[in-house]
Each structure stands twice: as C-alpha cells, then as structure tokens.
C-alpha cells in the first residue's frame, strides 16, 4: 500500500507506516492525513500487524500541517483540515494494534501532535519537538490535546506558548517520549520494543489498550466501575486462560490469538 506522502510496509509481526515526502519535510497535508488514516483502518484487522511503527524518510518526522495549502482558502477547508487531523489522531487511538512512534529529526506542531498521539516513542538522541504555531499566529490548539496529555499543564503551556524546542532528552523526562538512543541504534531499539510487545496474545493487549485510552480520562470511581467489567470479561476469555494455566504448569503459553 503506497501513495506519493504515505508507504506502507508489513514484515510480520509488524506494520510501518512511513511518511515519504522529504521534500516537504513530511508535512501532514489534508491528503497525507486521510491517507495514514486509511492505512491504520486497514492494517487494524491484518493477521501481519501485531504493532504498528510510524517513521518517516529524511531529516524531518514531520514539520506538521502543510502552509501553502492553508493559504486564501474557505473557511470549509480549514473545518475538513483539522476534522482529518483529529480523525488521524483518533484512529491512532481506535486500532486494537500499538502504535509506535521512529522519530528521527523535528516533530513540529501536528507533527508533535502525532507524535504524542502514539502509544509509544522511540526517538534519536538528535530529534526535537516543538509547538511553534504561536510564532506564525496559529495556537497549536489542537496538538495541545495529547501533548498536554502526556507532559502536563505547565509544560505543555510552556511549549505552546514559546514555541521553543525541546530536546529529546527533555522530551523522554517530560513523558513525550519513552526511550531515547543513539541514532545509529534507533533501528534495534525499535525492534527490541516490538519483539518485546509480540510476545503477547494479539487479543490481550487490544483490550488492554481500548481499556486504556477509555479510562484515562475517566473520574477514578468511574475508571474503575469500567476496568473491572473488562478485566472480569478477560479473565473469562481463552487467552487469559491459557495464559494463567500455562503460568501454574511452568511452560510458555500458546496464545488462542
């Protein structure tokens, strides 16, 4: 599955999703964002696709939106521009798979955005990010849903309201990122995350992650009165069984998944 902005490859048990438009520095153009849309709805049901990485080709992950396409248009493009990107960033969230962030240079802005939206980041030692919008007269409004997220109020209002970058070593203490290696490592430190993931049954970690990202935001009483009906339906399920079987015989399990 390919298109000009988007490539995508699986090599079971996993999916990447590359951005492929260097040039541009990957910008997330209305087109790029249906199309990695797409790509995630239709690796969520593929057997190959155990985790999903998002990476990117060249010296950027992603400058974020594309500016010479936001430029004297209607106002009904700006409403279906930013609806895609939320939808992107949605589905991210939707798909049973995890989803991985390679981030090998700048995320900025929506770029940042996606970045934080992933349920995991691996970055290189020389990658940034940043919320620059306030410099252009654009709040990054929207990227500051996951990044306030993931680093909290008084960081991510320092980000959005400076613009500055941020280093990746700042971005794995703040909580945007979870590992950061050497470039020349990021590959194998990738890979270690998935193997490590893959391990799993298939069905357990997509009712973990829904399980997640429904109650995260959820009132604790509230989080609670939902993590225990899927945990008791899990514990039913045949993979839980297997698991917990396998546990108490001291042999590997043989997911049902």
């Known amino acids: 599955m390919t298109s000009d902005a988007v490539r995508v490859c699986i ?14 520095r990957n910008a997330l153009s209305l087109a790029t964002m249906t199309g990695i849309t797409a790509a ?8 190959g696709a155990q985790v999903i990485v998002i990476d990117a080709e060249g010296p950027a992950f992603s400058a ?3 500016m010479s396409e936001m430029i004297d ?3 009904r493009f700006y409403d279906e521009l930013f609806a895609a990107c939320a939808e992107l960033m949605q589905t991210i969230h939707d798909v049973p798979q995890p989803v991985v962030a390679k981030v090998d240079g700048i995320a ?15 970055a290189s030692d020389t990658s940034s990010f940043a919320t620059p919008g306030v410099r252009i007269g654009l709040f990054c409004s929207t990227p500051m849903v996951p990044i306030s997220r993931a680093v909290g109020r008084k960081r991510a209002m320092e980000m959005l309201l400076t613009g500055e970058p941020i280093t990746a070593d700042t971005a794995a203490d703040w909580g945007l990122v979870n590992r950061v290696v050497p470039r020349a490592e990021l590959d194998a430190a990738v890979d270690d995350l ?14 973990g992650k829904e399980a997640f990202h429904r109650q995260i935001d959820m009132s604790e009483p509230d989080a609670y009165d939902y993590t225990r009906t899927v945990m008791a339906a899990n514990a039913a399920d045949d993979n839980a069984q297997e698991g917990i079987g396998a ?3 001291k042999r590997n399990p043989v997911w049902p998944s």
């Open 11 to 24: 090599e079971a048990p996993r999916a990447s999703i590359t951005l492929s438009n260097p040039d541009r």
């Open 40 to 47: 995630l709805r239709s690796l969520s049901a593929d057997p």
């Open 64 to 66: 974020g939106h594309d």
């Open 73 to 75: 248009r209607p106002a």
């Open 108 to 122: 900025t802005a929506a770029g940042c955005q996606l970045v934080a939206s992933c349920d995991l980041v691996v």
């Open 194 to 207: 998935v193997a490590r993931i893959t391990r799993f049954s298939r069905a357990t970690i997509a009712v």
């Open 247 to 249: 546990f108490l015989d």
